[in-house]
C-alpha cells in the first residue's frame, strides 16, 4: 500500500520563503506523478503544481514565477519551494500521488496535510 506524507509547514511572515517535502512509501509501485494542492479556509481543494515522471511541471497562475516544484524519482520524494509568499497563500496542503502498482493497477493517494500560515 503506498502512502505519502507531507513536512514542513508552519507560519511564516508574508514575502518569505518556506519549503515542503512530501516522501512516499510501500512496495511494488511506481509513480507517474506527484504533486500538491491545496485548501484554504472556506474553499475547495486546488491545484498548486504537479510534476510527472519526465520531470515536467505544471503551476497554478497563482503561484507560477514564486513556487517551484522538485522530485527525487529514486526518493520518491516531491518538494515545493514556496518564495514570496502572500496571505491568500494561507492553506492546508496536500500531497498527492499517481501511478500504478506491479500488478498494473491504478492508484491514487493523498497526504494528511500541513499547514501553511502567511502573517501579512
Known amino acids: 500500500q503506498v502512502q505519502v506524507v507531507e513536512s514542513g509547514g508552519g507560519l511564516v511572515q508574508a514575502g518569505r520563503s518556506l519549503s515542503l517535502s512530501c516522501a512516499a512509501s510501500g512496495s511494488g509501485f511506481t509513480i507517474n506523478t506527484m504533486g500538491w494542492y491545496r485548501q484554504a479556509p472556506g474553499k475547495t481543494r486546488e491545484l498548486v503544481a504537479t510534476?510527472?515522471?519526465?520531470?515536467?511541471?505544471n503551476y497554478s497562475d497563482s503561484v507560477k514565477g514564486r513556487f517551484a516544484i522538485s522530485r527525487d524519482r529514486r526518493e520518491n520524494t516531491v518538494y515545493l519551494h514556496m518564495n514570496s509568499l502572500k496571505f491568500e497563500d494561507t492553506a492546508v496542503y496536500y500531497c498527492n500521488a499517481r501511478g500504478y502498482t506491479d500488478d498494473y493497477r491504478s492508484f491514487e493517494v493523498w497526504g494528511q496535510g500541513t499547514v501553511v500560515t502567511v502573517s501579512s
Open positions: 510534476i510527472t515522471n519526465g520531470q515536467g511541471t
